[in-house]
């Protein structure tokens, strides 16, 4: 693929949104780097159900158990239940439905969407597809065990959704259930990044990733660069040769815009939405040929793509919905290229077939394959018979590259690279041509360690290094070939390169740079390609002649790239007494050989400045009206700091002078020294200030600006819900930040529950984090604590309470948290006991687990049942630290074990039962086991 690839730059550190950030001159490059990925989770279930619209279906509870379920009405056939409006926190760009549902054979349950940006304005109903087994094999460890999981339904910028589920019964008049249904909506296009939010950044990230030098890997863009968030994944990798490669389709947009957001979209929702601890593809492809890098972990690792054939299974996903689209050019030599080098990579013959679960099927193959489904719809199954003979060709090729044709010395060049056939350890043979002739013939057997870690089944003797001697002054093509010694018939081009063989002197102007009062220094470097010795080197300033001097400085780098001719040639000018204005500096390499031409090696202009000079680098909210800013400033004629006076909506602000140390500057103006910094803070009073620096003169001109930056003071508290927890029974803890922009002091932080009053705090705790993002106002911002619960499902909110300038008292965010009213753990282990030669029609089974009802700290029993059959009643009241940690309020004393007896049986499942004593209705089962 041509990927371009761009240089890699990061920034340290967090800005937050008051910071007006500018880059200064000569800083940092990049883009700005993916968004933060965030998601949230509406779940419903009972009665509220009863918020929504029926026709031929209703909200019904089930006979003895009370549970409230979605079905379909009496002597009805068929019917449709419509949500009522449901809104996000947040706008959000997809959303995926998931859940709980009761299908007789022949019955269905179909599920639809609809988006809204105001509440008022509706999309089209949009079908959910679902996923038909595209999932990990631990599935059932998962959030989401249990339940049927959409695929993401993806619309930009919404706010409101709704869903509806089209019910039919079957022939014998039988109606599916739906008991609970969870809707989780994310948002990867960063449309929470508010500029009040601590995650508004500023980072910087490259763009795509490069394959290593010696492989045949394909450019692919990593996890780091398409946005994964890490502290997502949880799912600890586990690892098996692979023997398939399995291709999958997204049933997305065809036509994505932002196909990389859908690829963070995908990932939340595999990952948080429905447990499962990271994304289940292996990779993705989009439709431009760009390859994502999906499961965590590398070559090997188990993905979670198609249930029972992850584990020896790459799992390959192309973002579209190929059932109607068409697939690209770019896409499919995009496939070919990954899939042929998976095959290289473990050997997998593109041709083959091979056994995977007892099944003998070809090693390239559809999800359809495995599972029932129509994925990855018929437009894109049909190109794997191509999919597999063109990877084929590839893999039995010889494999490498020309990496490099460098001019080593006069008349003399060497090419080199590496070359790999993998049908045989052995080195293969390469020829060398040039300019269409054949040159020589030579064995790729040098040591090439990084060809031995991309392929460590064949050794690291696969490096070529010829050189071409007597070779003429112009330009040359140099080409490559690997000779074929396996099952394939041709001798592939590894690579061509030009190279321009020099007669006359080069090199080069490197760098033009005021360095001091009227300075300008001179960097580059000169070689003549008919001698090893350095040369002379003439500079002349505006088409007149300054001085000369020989290139003789040590450059290393100039060495590397031209071996056969040392590393003594660069050279370093400087020119001084320069006036004030632009100037054009030239330099001109003097020929030492057969020739007399003496060429350009290059031209710069600089203007060197008269007046002062310099950058207002950054603006903040520093305190209680208070800004805080800083920058640089020289003035040109003196190395001495100088004066800086502020306006601020073009009033006086105040002086500063610009004698910090800046090792920056003393980088790009080395002989001024490092002293020119400034930075300083300045009382504000309107909402929207324009600050203005000026550097003062001290010389000749005048004052000159260096900068204006506008910030906007907040007036309102602003800050953070970021945590709502279960606690003691009947409680949540809840914590975050707050302050208001008018007052140092701490702030009362209100707290509602479902509406309803629920308590207050004062945000006086020690916050370090929050300190260092608006140090003016210290560290004791925090707010914890504690409120009063009643209800299963609760919706809770922080408001900031004001205590300055502004008029509101703003949310600081909502959450929703689920409180379980029934008992919940697990049974952790299960073995069987010592015989009892006493009693040979019995045994003993030993096991251990812990339980808890959330409506007491007091121990609960659990009864056992093996294989149907009461086994016995444990209570549980040992000590489990790792309970205790996880569930703080309700203690450590919460464990169960012990052995109960049961007839010999061939196999004994075991499950455990938590018995309720406070709210809750039923007493669930926390496990089962078999042994």
């Not at 893999?395 to 490099?404: A, E, I, K, N, Q």
Request: charged share 15%; hydrophobic share 35%.
């Amino acid at each position: 693929m041509n990927i371009k690839n761009r240089s890699l730059f990061f920034t340290a550190g967090v800005i937050l949104a008051l910071v007006v950030f500018t880059l200064a001159s000569g800083g940092f490059g990049g883009n700005q780097a993916p968004p933060e990925t965030i998601g949230d989770d509406i779940v419903l279930s009972g009665s509220d159900f009863l918020e929504g619209a029926t026709e031929g279906a209703s909200v019904t509870s089930i006979t003895g158990t009370g549970q409230q379920v979605i079905m379909l009405s009496e002597a009805e056939s068929a019917g449709t239940y419509t949500s009522g409006r449901l809104q996000a926190d947040y706008a959000f760009n997809a959303l995926g439905l998931h859940w709980v549902e009761d299908v007789p054979d022949g019955g269905g349950v179909e599920a639809e969407v609809r988006f809204s940006r105001d509440g008022t304005n509706w999309g089209d109903w949009l079908k959910v597809p679902v996923a038909d087994d595209a999932v990990p094999d631990h599935v059932n460890e998962t959030k989401s065990a249990g339940e049927t999981i959409g695929q993401l339904v993806f619309y930009d910028e919404a706010r409101f959704f709704q869903y509806r589920l089209n019910l039919t019964s079957n022939q014998a008049g039988e109606s599916p259930t739906v008991s609970r249904l969870t809707a989780s909506y994310i948002d990867a296009m960063g449309y929470h990044e508010s500029p009040l939010s601590p995650a508004a950044i500023w980072r910087k990230v490259g763009a795509f990733a490069q394959p290593p030098p010696a492989s045949a890997q394909p450019a692919i863009i990593s996890r780091a660069q398409w946005g994964a968030d890490e502290d997502y994944m949880t799912w600890e990798p586990e690892y098996q040769t692979p023997r398939k490669q399995i291709i999958h389709h997204t049933v997305t947009n065809n036509f994505d815009s932002n196909p990389a957001a859908t690829v963070r979209s995908i990932y939340y929702y595999h990952a948080v939405s429905l447990g499962w601890g990271d994304i289940g593809y292996n990779f993705l492809v989009d439709r431009n040929g760009n390859i994502y890098e999906g499961r965590y972990g590398g070559n090997g690792v188990i993905g979670g793509h198609a249930l029972s054939w992850n584990y020896g299974s790459i799992g390959i996903a192309v973002l579209g919905d190929y059932r109607s689209g068409e697939v690209s050019s770019q896409t499919y030599k995009a496939l070919v290229e990954l899939m042929t080098w998976k095959s290289i990579v473990n050997q997998i013959n593109p041709l083959g077939n091979d056994y995977l679960n007892g099944t003998y099927l070809p090693n390239y193959l559809g999800h359809r394959d495995v599972i029932s489904t129509t994925c990855p719809g018929d437009n894109l199954y049909q190109y794997l018979p191509s999919l597999r003979n063109d990877a084929y060709v590839d893999f039995v090729r010889p494999h490498g590259t020309l990496d490099s044709v460098a001019i080593t010395g006069p008349g003399q060049i060497i090419s080199s690279g590496w070359a790999i056939d993998f049908d045989t350890t052995g080195p293969v043979e390469v020829h060398i041509y040039m300019d269409d002739r054949y040159i020589t013939a030579f064995s790729a057997d040098g040591s090439r360690p990084d060809v031995g870690a991309a392929y460590p089944g064949y050794g690291d003797s696969h490096g070529y290094s010829a050189q071409i001697d007597n070779v003429s002054s112009g330009p040359h093509t140099v080409c490559t070939y690997g000779i074929n010694v396996g099952a394939g018939d041709s001798n592939p081009l590894l690579g061509c390169k030009v190279i321009d063989v020099p007669v006359d002197p080069f090199g080069d102007l490197n760098s033009l740079s005021l360095t001091g009062p009227n300075q300008i220094n001179v960097d580059g470097w000169a070689i003549d390609p008919d001698v090893t010795e350095p040369i002379d080197v003439h500079l002349y300033m505006d088409g007149r002649y300054v001085s000369a001097f020989t290139a003789d400085n040590t450059r290393t780098d100039v060495g590397a790239v031209y071996p056969g001719y040392g590393d003594d040639h660069g050279y370093s000018a400087r020119i001084d007494n320069v006036s004030s204005g632009p100037h054009t500096v030239c330099t001109y390499a003097i020929n030492a050989g057969v020739r007399d031409t003496n060429p350009l090696l290059g031209c710069k202009v600089i203007d060197v400045p008269v007046d002062p000079f310099g950058d207002l680098n950054s603006l903040s909210l520093a305190g209680p009206n208070q800004l805080s800013l800083g920058g640089w400033a020289i003035d040109p004629d003196s190395i001495e700091p100088i004066q800086v006076h502020i306006y601020v909506n073009g009033q006086w602000g105040g002086v500063l002078t610009a004698n910090d140390p800046r090792a920056d500057v003393d980088n790009s103006y080395p002989d001024y020294a490092p002293d020119h910094g400034f930075s300083g803070t300045i009382p504000v009073s309107a909402a929207r200030n324009t600050v203005c620096a000026y550097g003062i003169n001290t010389g000749p001109g005048g004052n000159s600006l260096l900068g204006c930056r506008v910030i906007d003071v907040p007036v309102n508290p602003f800050g953070n819900l970021e945590g709502v927890s279960a606690g003691a029974p009947g409680q949540l803890d809840v914590s975050g930040w707050a302050l208001d922009p008018g007052t140092a002091e701490p702030i009362a932080v209100h707290i509602y529950v479902n509406g309803q009053w629920g308590g207050a705090f004062t945000a006086d705790a020690t916050r370090t984090d929050v300190g260092s993002a608006f140090p003016g106002y210290g560290d004791s911002h925090g707010f914890s604590g504690s409120v009063a619960v009643r209800s299963a499902v609760n919706t809770v909110c922080a408001y900031g309470i004001n205590q300055g300038a502004g008029d509101t008292n703003p949310l600081l965010g909502c959450k929703v948290i689920d409180v379980p009213v029934n008992p919940f753990g697990d049974l952790n282990s299960l073995s069987l006991g010592s015989p009892d030669p006493s009693d040979p029609d019995h045994v003993q089974i030993d096991m251990g687990g812990w339980a808890i009802d959330p409506g007491t700290t007091g121990p609960i029993q659990v009864h056992i049942y093996v294989n149907g059959q009461w086994g016995g009643a444990f209570t549980a009241d040992g000590t489990r630290t790792d309970v205790g940690s996880a569930y703080p309020g309700y203690g450590d004393s919460h464990g169960f074990s012990g052995s109960v007896t049961a007839a010999v049986s061939g196999s004994y499942t075991v499950c455990a039962y938590g018995i309720n004593l406070g709210a809750g209705d039923t007493n669930p089962l926390l496990g089962c086991r078999q042994i």
